[in-house]
């Protein structure tokens, strides 16, 4: 499972910087664990600078965000990443305890993106639960696997989720690669389970940021791959929204996000992870969940 990965490379990473202190430089165990600190926040800096060069380098025209705004998206984007992969993705249970269904209603199913697990709904599962949807997550592994091979899992547990509630249907609200993989699901198993597709800044078309990620599901999100030209050619049969970030920084061109044939609705200015904890998105989220056919 991710959570469990994560957290025993994580603390594999930070025993090595605190060898490297002790035996290598030789610093004393205050100065050891900074320095270890600071490694570890340091590497994930590099990570996300990264993705914003690639997303600047490809960006879709766009209108032009000021120095301060600009700067106060990568900063929160930088914290969101911290706060995902340091602290919620390995603590998961801590987080994200089971999800709590009810009986009788048409359930909303979260779906997560490339290298994630369930725990990044955690804030946006309270928020859709605080307006009276019934919500059920699911973690697709291993992550860097086909996003084909993911697709088994995501239909196994629409049907744990229909039969615990009842519901012949549910609403599927995906983030990033999800979207593809609900997609491929509906490409595969049809639409009897599934009645709406909302879709949060996926990489319909791929994403340039996919020529240096790892695994298969990288390369089959590369701009122009074989599995996005022969995914291109399933139409969406159920009402569907493509959320799309104009200023995203993970799907670039941003561009890319948008769907044919479903509703384009523009996000606030936000980074490709803030946006799961970013109340303007939810709350946007929500209100197209109200209406019957988005």
Same mark, same amino acid.
Request: glycine content about 8%.
């Given at each position: 499972m991710v959570p469990v990965s994560l957290f025993i490379w994580i603390a594999l990473e930070t025993a090595a910087y605190l060898y490297f202190g002790r035996h290598v430089l030789h610093l004393d165990w205050l100065s050891a664990i900074v320095g270890a600190i600071n490694c570890l926040l340091g590497l994930r800096f590099w990570i996300n600078a990264t993705t914003w060069f690639f997303g600047m380098k490809f960006a879709s025209p766009a209108p032009a965000l000021g120095f301060a705004k600009r700067f106060?998206?990568?900063?929160?984007? +930088? *914290?969101? *990443?911290?706060?995902? $992969?340091?602290?919620?993705?390995? $603590?998961?249970?801590?987080?994200?305890?089971? @999800?709590?269904?009810?009986?009788?209603?048409? %359930?909303?199913?979260?779906? =997560?993106?490339?290298?994630?697990?369930?725990?990044?709904?955690?804030l946006l599962r309270r928020r859709l639960e605080a307006a009276g949807h019934s919500v059920a997550t699911?973690?697709?592994?291993?992550p860097? &696997?086909?996003?084909?091979?993911?697709?088994?899992?995501?239909?196994?547990?629409?049907?744990?989720?229909?039969? @615990? &509630?009842?519901?012949?249907?549910?609403?599927?609200?995906? =983030?990033?690669?999800?979207?593809?993989?609900?997609?491929? +699901?509906?490409a595969r198993h049809g639409i009897e389970r599934v009645d709406r597709l909302f879709t949060l800044a996926s990489p319909h078309a791929g994403s340039m940021l996919s020529k240096i990620g790892l695994g298969q599901n990288s390369r089959e999100m590369t701009p122009g791959s074989l599995w996005l030209r022969d995914m291109a050619t399933? %139409?969406?049969?159920?009402?569907?929204?493509?959320?799309?970030?104009?200023? @995203?920084?993970?799907?670039?061109?941003? @561009?890319?996000?948008?769907?044919p044939g479903t509703r384009d609705v523009e996000l606030p200015a936000v980074g490709h992870i803030a946006m799961l904890y970013d109340k303007r998105v939810a709350g946007q989220l929500i209100e197209l969940l109200k209406l019957k056919k988005p």
């Open positions: 106060r998206i990568m900063a929160g984007e +930088y *914290f969101a *990443f911290l706060l995902t $992969f340091l602290l919620v993705i390995p $603590f998961e249970r801590l987080w994200m305890p089971g @999800d709590r269904l009810l009986p009788g209603t048409k %359930p909303i199913l979260l779906v =997560h993106g490339y290298g994630c697990s369930r725990g990044v709904w955690w699911v973690s697709l592994a291993p860097y &696997t086909s996003m084909g091979k993911l697709v088994p899992l995501l239909n196994q547990r629409i049907e744990e989720v229909c039969a @615990d &509630t009842g519901s012949q249907q549910v609403t599927l609200v995906a =983030h990033s690669m999800g979207g593809l993989i609900c997609r491929s +699901y509906l399933e %139409p969406i049969k159920i009402p569907a929204v493509s959320l799309r970030n104009p200023y @995203d920084n993970y799907v670039m061109p941003q @561009d890319n996000q948008r769907l």
